[in-house]
């Protein structure tokens, strides 16, 4: 954080506060509280379904529930930015945009709140909520910052946008040409579908550029003469393969080094800092002040290095002791690697134990060949629930519903799972079977296997005893399949424990996992933009979507279906039953935003908003595809890369501690 | 090239003929004409349309024509083998895995070969033709090594494909578990549809993998409860986003410094052949040998640089004899950089003019802004063309032909066109003019519009003579607008001038141009696995989708499909119309095969082929999933990310020479 700050006692003790975790947690949690109440507020998103055919009216809040919710918040937004104000001083504050931008935002936010609680909730258009975002950027300094970097490769990425749609302009031009209306109408496939005029030129050439039509724009001309097929080829692999990938490469490039620098240059300040600290330190030392003012400057570091240097003090004490206030350079560096190290806890150890026989069976469990077999165990079982889910509407259509050889497996499986767990608790000890994150997720899900079996057993002996009674049995039967579908999940669950035994996925799996540590910044982002898209979506084309009237229905049974579906083209919104991607509500809208930004069939969307509404509603898909797709996703590709080549450096390049903290903190 | 080879007079002799620009252009020719046999072979590609419904017979060779050519090839191969086999010598010959299985290949085609002209060309099986792109391979160097570099990376994308899977199996166990069949049938839909048995869910996962059924997969259950959606959406993110990615960072990993390290050692390579023959040159100088020496060892580096050397031959020989034989390295590395800066051609001089007005109309021409009107010019021509076919059919459906309008118009662009590059030739003087390659390109463009003109005009003056016989102005019409088409494609690719002028557009599309420079190997590549599984395609299922007897229809007009098109599905093969994809020709297979690589509505194909065939054939289309979408179009990104960051860090830190070549290079 910035050295900026009043310096006097009590500003001190309110920056501790501040910054302390109860606070920033409430922050984090009053935003959450906030951001989730688009999912409450009118039009609600609490219908199980959001298909217009079938959602009943949705439970609504009554009015000034969520306005007294936002108010709270609103406070307490107001309150932060009243203690950061104070604790920055007038000068800082003026020159923070930042700061001065939440200013803006949190007065205008009351300001609408007020007016829209004057008028009882009936306002049709609510700005504040497009702007309710905002107070999670500005939260989190990691999004700033990447904001920052994003903003830098916009002049980058906009010639390659430029060069992308003069690409499509060139293309359709040429196409228009080319797929001119000719005399005879037979030839006119073409024309009449995709190069009607300009717009639909342009807009079936902007999908393609997607490949969301791929095979279809082509065939009518495809089909007359072979060799149309090379301009939709060609406009592919130009724009599609050279031009899109062209943009990641440029994304990357700016995010080449992004997570070296800044790990470098948080290493940089906490060292900076800690060395700041231990010269306070020396310096009181010498004249004899109270411990009091160690912890006050350490406060200015970061909360979590905290703790560890505080369990350290008395290293950095003796050193300073020893050398007479004065450390040179090298002995630092050595006591702060010191201080590194700490941070690889160990397993408790295994306990000791005097007989032989638990001897040998300590030293058995520890074996990989344990391991193994439990792996193993674990593939067949996966193996046997694939069989019988294979067969088992073949076996219930002939009636024979075999329902005890399943039952069998199922408890040999769940035996072998709970000796498995139990020998392994004895052998380690309890302590360090706990800290194992793998072996406590197997035993959570042995536990609830147990239970299911149980409850699956006690149903299974009520039923051998009434057996006779055909028509129970049957019944029963559902019942049963319930209990197993559930218990099979557990066992799928399960199966993910193999992963880390393998050496080249458990590398992979870590590469996974330590992205999405990095990822926060982005997915941050990316909420940020869902968020206003969402509110924008709704605001746009709230109820734009009117179900026919005759169309009411409440089965979707396929063969019905496909009666209604009957009487629209094949392929439009309506006969693809699209009906629950609208933007009725937030859930339903982020739900349509994702689609869309999957791309794939994102032509529909397109097209049904531009028959419901008009033309014009495909500037806001074209700008979601744009920011998602093409930016984001790329940004991700970029992190990804950025994050892998990182890896894979330091793993080429790093001395046995450091393999040795890797292999810790993936297992 | 290989140091290993035979030194005596005779063989170096051969050895120069061999590499000879003239052998290996013929090489290449030769492997082109038989890679290109498979477009003529039965079953010939010689047909206008490819769809079945349109089709006529085609011509086809007469048996022994296309056996004649191959023959021919083959023995060529065989001559190249064996003079390459004389020159390397049987021990290295041996150790050659690429020459051993050159043998292996060109013996069996052989073998092939006679035994079809033996059956009278009417064998069903041809597998000579698979092994055909090898001839392609073995040919080149680079892609020898790139095929070297792609087998390096194998074992951490089967290790990121084993997740994958291993994901799609969990998931499939999961989805199958969670959809499995209910009491009620309508809630039915999701477990109807994609979740069947083992084998549906799997193949509808992993099409989700590629998000090409995305919204759809998803529909079913969405309809019923909106939280199913959670299910898909992170089912895509982890596969498609996360894991598919990661195999992108892997091969780009493996691919980083690859152009780098490729251009280091190919300089290094050159300047040590260099050093070389300067060593001998002067060894030779001393003890009075001839000439022919020095050529001979030249030889062995790369043509290319042969033409180079000869010309600086004497600043070596001069320095040679200035140092006694002896020169320093310094010395000689500054020698080197002179014999590199001598690549950077000059423009041939402007003209010097002794008028003024001459003069002033140099200094005019040379200038910025004469440049920018042009391209102003440019742009304000593919506004009204624009303008005009947007409007086009409107008008002509008022009945208003607006025969001048465009005319005038047209007759305006085209004068100005031809007195620009007039003047630009008077101006530049003609060589000049000529040695620029976007003026050579204007020149070519403006004289073929004038000559379309010129015959447009004098279609014209035919019209407004018989312009009151108003059938004729209508007949005529068409042929106008014909022409006219083919004058404004000219015009388009005119307007693509404009692009290096725009600076920032200038850098991405000269990125592109080097790109496609360092793509040779790729695409070699590319065409080789495209030509393999396309004639593997036609071997396993040529003539599998049978056109309905009663559907022969000749028309494509749409309310005609349409009526056809309703008794099939909708999204099924026959109703989207997909008949010209197929396997029954070598082009229609790229065709399809390209159409599977772009991945959009792939899930069509494998439908229609498994329907067709059986369920198996669904590995080969997967498999070509796998080694055309996954492994190439990521290979392909890595190639970009690499060119572009590569051309990124070298435009960064390079000196005035370079930029100075680099613009040169661009221009």
Request: aromatic share 14%.
């Amino acid at each position: 954080r910035s050295i900026n700050h009043r310096v006097d006692s009590r500003s001190l003790r309110l920056y501790r506060w501040y910054y302390s975790i109860f606070w920033q947690w409430t922050l984090v949690a009053v935003i959450g509280v906030i951001l989730g109440l688009a999912f409450v507020e009118k039009p609600s998103s609490l219908s199980l379904s959001s298909d217009p055919h079938r959602r009943l009216r949705p439970w609504e809040p009554p009015c000034g529930a969520t306005e007294g919710v936002e108010m709270v918040g609103l406070l307490l937004f107001a309150l932060d930015l009243a203690v950061k104000g104070y604790l920055i001083g007038w000068e800082e504050f003026r020159k923070n945009k930042w700061l001065v931008a939440y200013v803006v935002v949190v007065s205008g936010s009351v300001i609408d709140l007020l007016l829209s609680v004057s008028m009882m909730c009936d306002e049709s258009l609510r700005v504040r909520r497009v702007f309710r975002p905002f107070f999670l950027l500005q939260n989190s300094s990691l999004m700033k910052k990447t904001l920052k970097s994003i903003r830098r490769t916009l002049p980058e990425i906009a010639s390659v946008i430029l060069l992308l749609a003069l690409h499509v302009c060139f293309f359709t031009m040429f196409g228009m040409l080319l797929f001119a209306k000719r005399e005879k109408p037979e030839e006119n496939g073409e024309w009449e579908t995709y190069f009607r005029n300009l717009t639909v030129s342009l807009s079936s050439l902007l999908v393609l550029l997607t490949t969301a039509n791929n095979p279809d724009v082509m065939i009518p001309a495809y089909t007359l003469n072979r060799l149309y097929s090379i301009f939709f080829v060609l406009f592919s692999v130009v724009g599609t393969y050279l031009m899109m990938n062209l943009i990641t490469a440029i994304i990357y490039n700016q995010f080449r080094g992004y997570l070296l620098k800044s790990i470098q240059s948080s290493i940089m300040r906490r060292r900076l800092g800690i060395r700041a600290a231990f010269a306070v330190l020396c310096c009181r030392d010498r004249i004899q002040v109270q411990d009091q003012d160690q912890v006050r400057v350490q406060d200015q570091e970061k909360d979590q290095v905290q703790d560890q240097v505080q369990v350290k003090q008395h290293h950095v004490y003796e050193a300073c002791k020893v050398t007479e206030g004065y450390v040179e350079g090298q002995a630092f560096l050595k006591l702060f690697e010191e201080l590194e190290k700490d941070r690889i806890k160990e397993h408790p150890p295994m306990p000791e134990y005097s007989s032989r026989f638990m001897q040998t069976l300590q030293f058995l469990m520890s074996h990989y060949c344990f391991t193994m077999v439990g792996n193993v165990m674990a593939v067949a079982n996966i193996i046997c629930i694939c069989c019988r889910k294979h067969t088992d509407h073949l076996l219930s259509e002939r009636g024979s519903s075999s329902c005890l050889s399943p039952k069998a497996i199922n408890v040999f499986f769940v035996t072998f799972y709970v000796v498995e767990m139990l020998l392994k608790m004895l052998a380690l000890g309890f302590r360090r079977y706990l800290s194992y994150r793998s072996d406590v997720f197997d035993g959570f899900l042995t536990l609830s296997l147990l239970v299911g079996a149980r409850s699956f057993l006690l149903v299974l002996q009520r039923r051998i005893r009434f057996c006779s009674i055909y028509t129970f049995c049957q019944k029963d039967f559902f019942n049963l399949r319930e209990m197993m579908r559930l218990a099979n999940m557990l066992i799928v669950f399960r199966f993910l424990r193999i992963i880390p035994n393998i050496k080249l996925m458990a590398l992979v799996a870590s590469t996974l996992m330590d992205l999405v540590k990095n990822l926060r910044a982005f997915a941050g982002i990316l909420l940020v933009v869902y968020y206003v898209f969402a509110i924008l979506g709704i605001w746009l084309f709230h109820g734009v979507i009117k179900v026919p009237a005759n169309m009411r229905w409440v089965s979707t049974s396929s063969s019905l279906r496909f009666t209604e579906n009957s009487r629209w083209d094949c392929g439009s919104y309506e006969n693809l039953g699209y009906w629950p991607n609208n933007f009725d509500d937030f859930a339903a809208s982020l739900v349509l935003l994702y689609n869309v930004m999957v791309v794939n069939n994102w032509q529909v969307f397109l097209e049904a908003y531009a028959k419901y509404t008009t033309e014009w509603s495909k500037v806001y898909f074209v700008s979601w595809w744009l920011i998602s797709s093409v930016m984001w996703v790329n940004m991700f590709v970029a992190l990804i890369l950025e994050n892998f080549t990182y890896k894979w450096d330091r793993s080429q390049g790093c001395s046995v501690t450091d393999v040795e903290r890797i292999r810790y903190e993936s297992s």
